[in-house]
């Protein structure tokens, strides 16, 4: 069924907006609240002006998620955990965490589940986007370090390219050194 929506309806349009959704939705909860009305044509032309201003808030939307996209760009966010040898950590930083490390750099409080689902299980430097509209992706740069290379890392005695380096050697070494006690096992 066709309506046009009075206010402002979670995942399904902004005031003014001319929507398709479910008959029963419509019939059994839009209508009845006053959200919606059945879109006729004598309705259409009656509510142009809820259409109008529906379009010029929706301008105004993407402009200031535009802006907060340009602000969170390419910030980084630094954590440091505990981590194994293999590099892979106790835990893992989760999109809440990230969420929470961004609101305290930048101030900007986005909602969690714009930002990549899958958590982060291993150090080093990864590129997490956050969606915040259709073609608006910005990207987070998140570096995740050891607790004890957090004050190294944060003073500039450790660059991110080392980083990476250092998580890729020990990820290779790591088989290598089991190999070794597994003989040393048997023997």
Same mark, same amino acid.
């Given at each position: 069924m066709k309506v046009i929506l009075k206010e402002n309806v979670y995942k399904h349009g902004v005031a003014g907006d001319v929507?398709?959704?479910a008959d029963g939705f419509a019939r059994n909860y839009l209508l009845p609240r006053g959200l919606?009305?059945?879109a006729t044509p004598g309705a259409i032309r009656q509510?142009?002006?809820l259409i109008q201003q529906a379009?010029?808030?929706r301008a105004a939307l993407n402009d200031q998620l535009a802006q907060i996209a340009q602000q969170i760009d390419g910030v980084e966010l630094v954590f440091g955990v505990?981590? !194994?040898k293999n590099n892979k950590l106790? !835990?893992?930083i989760t999109t809440m965490d990230i969420a929470q490390a961004l609101l305290e750099k930048t101030g900007i409080d986005i909602n969690r589940r714009r930002i990549s689902e899958r958590p982060l299980r291993e150090l080093g430097v990864h590129e997490v986007p956050v969606r915040m509209g259709p073609d608006l992706s910005p990207t987070l740069r998140i570096v995740i370090i050891r607790e004890e290379e957090l004050a190294d890392y944060l003073a500039g005695k450790i660059a991110p390219e080392q980083l990476a380096l250092e998580a890729e050697?020990?990820?290779e070494e790591a088989p290598e050194a089991e190999a070794a006690?597994?003989?040393?096992?048997?023997e």
């Open positions: 929507v398709t959704v919606a009305i059945k509510n142009q002006h379009a010029q808030k505990k981590a !194994g106790y !835990g893992s050697e020990a990820v006690s597994t003989e040393a096992a048997s």
